[in-house]
């Protein structure tokens, strides 16, 4: 029978363009991930490209893909009627906006950004193991 079982998940969340809808998308891909140790990361990029999708197009919605692997998960923000591209900004200190993706950098091993006349995909890879800290990262304040 193992030959029918998959390794390979897949969940997918559609939500209307409203910013209540990006605390629920961050609140099903925890549920979803409770037992890795990714899941606030993956927590945090949903939230960051859930809130870009709102912000920055015009489209009535978003959705939102989880992807797991035994070796990775894999997050995917899509979004309609953009008005503008997606790209990694690094704002003045005092600005308010615009470190969204920036941060995503950070927390992903590797950030794909796709556009075409239909909307934006932004997608996240994560490893599903938590990265070993190094002897510096380990060292307290």
């Known amino acids: 029978m193992d030959e029918y079982t998959s390794t390979v998940r897949v969940w997918e ?5 409203l910013p209540a809808e990006v605390g629920r998308a961050r609140r099903w891909t925890r ?3 409770h037992d890795s140790p990714c899941a606030d990361d993956a927590a945090l990029i949903v939230t960051e490209l859930g809130a870009n999708a709102v912000t920055h197009t015009t489209g ?3 959705r939102v893909t989880i992807t797991r692997t035994t070796e990775a998960v894999t ?4 979004d309609t009627g953009a008005t503008t591209h997606p790209r990694i900004t690094h704002p003045d200190e005092g600005t308010t906006h615009g470190r969204g993706l920036a941060i995503v950098t950070v927390l992903a ?3 794909d950004i796709h556009h075409d006349g239909h909307g934006h995909t932004v ?3 994560l490893p599903a193991s938590a990265p ?3 002897t510096r990262e380990a060292q307290p304040c």
Not at 13 to 17: A, E, K, N
Not at 75 to 78: A, W
């Open 132 to 134: 070993q800290p190094t």
């Open 75 to 78: 997050l995917t923000v899509t």
């Open 60 to 62: 009535p919605a978003f």
């Open 123 to 125: 997608t996240a890879h």
């Open 31 to 33: 549920d979803i991930l």
């Open 109 to 111: 091993a590797a950030l």
């Open 13 to 17: 969340l559609s939500c209307p363009r």
